[in-house]
């Protein structure tokens, strides 16, 4: 009896040996995958939102708490542009991650959404191409620009029934501008623009289960 008993347990541990051994090997391939895949959509974002470069140089800022990386494209001896993956926790859905392409004077060039969970049909649009946030910044001075929507009394476009979406577009890119004066020497060190898109109906509307 004990021998059957010992043998039931051998036969137990060894089981849930190898199954603790096989999930831990799916997550470590998971987790290559996942970090892979991830790697090649930061590359190919930067490219896009950039002309031509041969290299890249990499940096990181810290503004609002929030780590901002900064990629530094070079061709030949010329600086071409600065990509800047920026995000902001101020979303209808929670965080958003973008990448933001400067040229060397500032204008704004580009953006690509890499990461957001917002309202499919509604905040989800900010991916479009050609979109009502991307076309009321691309291709303007970034240090002309008041990240602030029309429902706010700035003079951007928000898309419709998504103004928290759109608030929270736009303080991302205005974290990223942060980064790029930094990066380029414009400035010394970011004053971060925690709050800067967003108002307490905003916040209200959010609770409420509402994107305006």
Not at 21 to 26: F, H
Not at 32 to 54: G, H, W
Not at 62 to 87: F, L, R, T, W
């Amino acid at each position: 009896m004990k021998s059957t008993l010992f043998n039931m347990v051998a036969v137990l541990f060894t089981i849930t040996l190898i199954a603790s051994a096989g999930v831990g090997a799916v997550n470590m391939l998971t987790e290559d995958a996942i970090a892979e895949a991830k790697a090649l959509a930061t590359k190919e974002a930067v490219a896009n939102v950039l002309p031509a470069f041969d290299n890249n140089e990499q940096s990181e800022q810290v503004i609002d708490d929030m780590p901002i990386k900064v990629y530094k494209a070079v061709k030949g001896n010329d600086v071409v542009g600065y990509a800047v993956e920026s995000m902001t926790k101020n979303g209808f859905g929670g965080v958003i991650r973008l990448m933001v392409g400067f040229s060397p004077e500032g204008e704004i060039l580009n953006v690509n959404v890499l990461e957001q969970a917002e309202t499919p049909g509604l905040g989800t649009k900010m991916c479009d191409e050609g979109n009502a946030l991307l076309s009321s910044i691309k291709g303007k001075n970034s240090g002309d620009v008041e990240f602030k929507v029309k429902k706010d009394g700035g003079e951007l476009d928000a898309l419709t029934a998504a103004t928290i979406s759109s608030r929270a577009y736009y303080d991302a890119v205005a974290r990223a501008r942060e980064a790029y004066w930094v990066a380029c020497g414009g400035k010394a060190s970011a004053d971060g623009v925690s709050g800067a898109t967003s108002t307490n109906e905003g916040s209200n509307a959010q609770k409420g289960g509402e994107n305006e």
